[in-house]
Structures are given as structure tokens and as C-alpha cells.
């Protein structure tokens, strides 16, 4: 990411070109806009049919698919490790973002009153998992902080002696924003605190995942990079890696990270294994046009909905596939009233898009991805207005 932050206010951008072959990759329901990529992912067909074959060949002998099942997984992490340029032993497969962070957090030796330092942009079941381990003190990030200067003053500003951990998005789903910044990370390992770092959108979506050097840092493939759902990394630094256990001890226990955590007896592994068929296209259709092509998209997105009266578009980091907005006083308040408006929004328009909850109003997100096409985003900005008057 260069120029991590930029003005709140966008100039309407042109519509991109629909991305070449991008949409015939899918099977999504064409009579539905799927403007919410960012929360499940979807699953391209050449991915699909990898992971059906990996099934068929399963089911036709589960004895030689089983023996064989871990050599294979190592080679699949190989593969996956490579596309970060990380460590192959430094990171495991692991299920989706929020077992990494019940792993991350299960290996950090807590003593008494350490606290864990999370913000309000956090994910629900991430903050969750921290809740179980530890206090929780929640530092308050307005969704309007101009840059990651501030976002970072915000977030040191709200360490305490007792803060053990900081669990931190790398890039927020609300608010679709980069909070780890690798000089935020600096900053807190300089002060002694423990990074854990929620990369859940980051795979596919930010070129050098891996960048700002966090303690714990986990990710899911199966977002913007293309895998099938269940597929996520877990990357931990060297000092850190005697510590990780898996959450449910199988064979292989006593072998170590990464092996241990990647262990789970009879499963269904051929998400991991088709995984780097996921990353093979991703590459194929060359990742750094795909991600121009998504940021181009969720930025004309927001430049239209940013025209509806009431709407305000928040400040955002360049070059990510998701954009937000503010919705206006009342409209989504609660996390209730988000899900009915989100779900209203499907059920009559057929339009699937991320409304969230805020207090004075809650906010829209809208994402890019190949399968979509602008006149996906001119359909919400026409009907939007209709919901939030
Ligand atoms: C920032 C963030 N963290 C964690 C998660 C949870 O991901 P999963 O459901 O794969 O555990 C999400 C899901 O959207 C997310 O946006």
C-alpha cells in the first residue's frame, strides 16, 4: 500500500470496464448484485472444480487420501507461503480468521490484570475470543480520523501499564481502513506489547500481507483470495511458535507448530488442498490488475453513493477493494436495525451489500471484485435513497 490514507471526500471516478472473463468465473446468482464480497468471499469454478476432484478422489479411496493427507497440506502451505513470502514453517492453515485468533491469543502466557487493547472497528467474534482471555479495554477510533497518523496516536494513546496484547485489524470490515500500519506495529513492540494482527480481508486484497512484522498475524484465503470457505493462514514470528497449540490436541500433537495446529484427525482437508488453485488464478489473472480493478470499482461505488444526500464517505486507505460511507442519524443504529435494512435491501432489490452498526447512524460498505459490473453499483445508488430518507 502506498499513500496509505487520502481525503474523505472522492470525485466521481469513470466506471471501470467490466474485468475481461472476470464475471463468467463466478456462478453467483445472476438475478442478486453481490456488492458484499468482503464477508464470506465467494468461490471462483476453477477453485470449485479443484476441490471437487480433491473430493471425488477421497471418497474413491480414503485410506491412500488420509496417509498421504499431511505431506500434502505441507506442500499446499509451501505454496501458500510462498505467495506471502513468508517462512513455511512460520505459518499453518487454519480454519478462518477467528480460530487464528483463539490460537494467538491461547499462546501468550497472560499473567493477572494484563489487559488486551482492542478498538472499536474490531470483528465481533475476534473481540470475543479476547474477551475469554483477558480484560478487554476498548479504544474508541471516530470513523472520521483523517489519516493513519491518527489512527496510530489514537491507538498508543490508549495503551495502559497493564496492556499485554494489542489485537488490531489490519484492515477493518466496518470502516474498510488500515489500523495496523507496519509504524503502528513498531511502535507498540518498542513499548513491549505483543501485536496480534486481524488480517481477515488482507489475502488477495494487499500486495505484502505480511509487511508489518506482528507477533501473531492471521488471514483468510477464502475473501479476496479466492479459496474455499475455511480455508486461513496463521503466521506466527520465530519467538512466538513454541507456544502455539492446537485447539483441539490430535496426532501430531507433540510435533509443533506448524504441523500440530494443522492436525485435526478425519476432516475435510481439501479446502487447504485446493487452496492453491486459488492463488494460481489469482496470479494467472495478475494480482496487482485485479486488485487496481477492485479498488476502481469500490471507489466508483462510493463516489455514487456518496452523492445521496445524507451520505457521507469516510476517509479510506487507497488501493483496498472496500469503501464506506456514514449513513444518515437513525438509520442503523443498532445491529438490528442494520440487519433488516441490509436484509430489506436483498429482499427487495435483490442488491447484497454490508450495512453496520454505528451510534448516530451506522454505515455502508460497498466492495469490488471482478464479478461485478458498475451498473451493479448505479442500481443501490438509484434505489439507496428510498431506504435512508
Ligand atoms: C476483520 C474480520 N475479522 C474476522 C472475521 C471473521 O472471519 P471468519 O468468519 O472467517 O472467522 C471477519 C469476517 O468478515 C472480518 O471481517
Not at 513491549?192 to 505484502?208: C, K, L, N, R, S
Not at 482437508?269 to 480493478?293: I, M, N, Q, S
Request: charged share 20%.
Amino acid at each position: 500500500m502506498t499513500d496509505p490514507t487520502a481525503p474523505a471526500a472522492p470525485l466521481r471516478s469513470a466506471a471501470p470496464a467490466v474485468f475481461p472473463g472476470g464475471p463468467g468465473l463466478f456462478r453467483l446468482d445472476p438475478e442478486t448484485a453481490h456488492l458484499n464480497h468482503g464477508s464470506f468471499g465467494a468461490v471462483p469454478l476453477p477453485v470449485q472444480e479443484a476441490q471437487a476432484a480433491l473430493r471425488a478422489e477421497l471418497h474413491a479411496d480414503p485410506d491412500a487420501f488420509f496417509i498421504g493427507a499431511a505431506d500434502r497440506i505441507a506442500g499446499a502451505r509451501a505454496r501458500v507461503a510462498r505467495h506471502f513470502g513468508a517462512d513455511p514453517d512460520g505459518i499453518a492453515f487454519i480454519g478462518n480468521a477467528t480460530e487464528g485468533a483463539n490460537l494467538a491469543l491461547d499462546a501468550v502466557p497472560f499473567a493477572d490484570g494484563d489487559e488486551i487493547l482492542v478498538t472499536d472497528h474490531g470483528y465481533g467474534t475476534v473481540v470475543a475470543a479476547a474477551a475469554r482471555r483477558a480484560r478487554i479495554d476498548t479504544v474508541a477510533l471516530d470513523p472520521s480520523l483523517p489519516d493513519e497518523d491518527a489512527v496510530r496516536e489514537t491507538v498508543l494513546a490508549g495503551l495502559t501499564p497493564r496492556t499485554k496484547v494489542a489485537l488490531l485489524d489490519h484492515i477493518s470490515s466496518p470502516t474498510a481502513r488500515l489500523i495496523a500500519s507496519p509504524r503502528l506495529l513498531a511502535d507498540l513492540a518498542a513499548r513491549g506489547v505483543t501485536t496480534i494482527v486481524d488480517g481477515a480481508h488482507v489475502p488477495g486484497m494487499v500486495a505484502d500481507p505480511l509487511a508489518g512484522g506482528a507477533d501473531f498475524w492471521f488471514g483468510n484465503l477464502h475473501k479476496w483470495a479466492y479459496a474455499p470457505s475455511g480455508s486461513a493462514v496463521l503466521a506466527v514470528a520465530p519467538g512466538h511458535r513454541g507456544r502455539v497449540r492446537a485447539l483441539v490436541p490430535s496426532w501430531e500433537d507433540g510435533d509443533g507448530f506448524p504441523r500440530s495446529v494443522e492436525n485435526r484427525a478425519t476432516a475435510d482437508y481439501t479446502g487447504w488442498l485446493a487452496a492453491p488453485e486459488g492463488l494460481d488464478l489469482l496470479e494467472r489473472l495478475d494480482a496487482a490488475k485485479v486488485r487496481a480493478h477492485n479498488a476502481a470499482l469500490a471507489a466508483h461505488g462510493a463516489a455514487l453513493l456518496g452523492e445521496i444526500p445524507g451520505l457521507t464517505p469516510l476517509p479510506y486507505t487507497e488501493g483496498l477493494a472496500m469503501r464506506s460511507l456514514r449513513l444518515p442519524p437513525g438509520t442503523a443504529e443498532t445491529p438490528e436495525a442494520a440487519r433488516a435494512l441490509r436484509e430489506r435491501i436483498a429482499a427487495e432489490q435483490g442488491i447484497r451489500v454490508l450495512v453496520w452498526p454505528w451510534p448516530g447512524g451506522g454505515g455502508i460498505r460497498v466492495c469490488g471484485q471482478v464479478y461485478n459490473r458498475p451498473e451493479e453499483y448505479e442500481r443501490l445508488a438509484a434505489v439507496l435513497p428510498g431506504y435512508v430518507g
